[in-house]
């Protein structure tokens, strides 16, 4: 502010409301913050995958590269032949 002097934060502006006043240490809801509801006894236990199971998924997931990849070579092969 111009004059220096520290404004009340209870203070109302003409024509509004009063501010809001963060109280601090209080919490909501304090169980939020407990460790014990946290979900790590939650996860299930994941099996890592075997090795023909991620090529398997390997395959899967770019099957229409492959696919196109081979046709490309394929047409630029069978006429040389």
Known sequence: MASGVPRDPTMVSPGGSPPRLHQV???????????????VH?????????KR????R?????KWWYLG???????ILLPIL
């Open 25 to 39: 240490g209080q919490q909501a809801h304090p169980d939020d913050v407990s460790s014990i509801d946290d979900g």
């Open 42 to 50: 939650e996860k299930e236990h994941i099996v890592p995958l075997k």
């Open 53 to 56: 199971e991620k090529v398997k």
């Open 58 to 62: 390997h395959c899967m997931r770019f």
């Open 69 to 75: 990849a081979i046709i490309i070579f394929l047409a």
